[in-house]
Nanobody, 119 residues
Framework: QVQLVGSGGGSVQAGGSLKLSCAAS????????VAWYRRAPGKQRELVAG???????NYADSVKGRFTISRDNAKNTVYLQMDSLKPEDTAVYYC?????????????WGQGTQVTVSS
């Protein structure tokens, strides 16, 4: 059984910062790529940032230079540091982790954490 537990969301004024965390626990033999997605009201889910097992990162154009994704492999945890937040960053943020419990690789999703940015 694998669980992803996200934390760190909340409400902040424009220009502020938040840091999201997503910790994987359970029977984990290896973690591949991890990513953060978000879904704003009335919009489709979009990829915010991703990081490979080797540390290569990619970001949506809308967050480049403001968000930083990182991972702590020893803690099976992925982070998203969000700076210079804008009202359009308001969304529910989900972590996505590709991992294996020893049989096959598959994607797991966190429960989602709300981020609200006020102007």
């Amino acid at each position: 059984q694998v669980q992803l537990v996200g934390s760190g969301g909340g409400s902040v004024q424009a220009g502020g910062s938040l840091k999201l965390s997503c910790a994987a626990s359970g029977s984990i033999f290896g973690i591949n790529a991890v990513a953060w997605y978000r879904r704003a009201p009335g919009k489709q889910r979009e990829l915010v940032a991703g990081i490979t097992s080797g540390g290569t990162t990619n970001y949506a154009d809308s967050v480049k230079g403001r968000f930083t994704i990182s991972r702590d492999n020893a803690k099976n945890t992925v982070y998203l540091q969000m700076d210079s937040l804008k009202p359009e960053d308001t969304a529910v943020y989900y972590c996505n982790v590709n991992l294996t419990s020893g049989i096959a690789w598959r994607d797991y999703w966190g429960q989602g954490t709300q981020v609200t940015v006020s102007s």
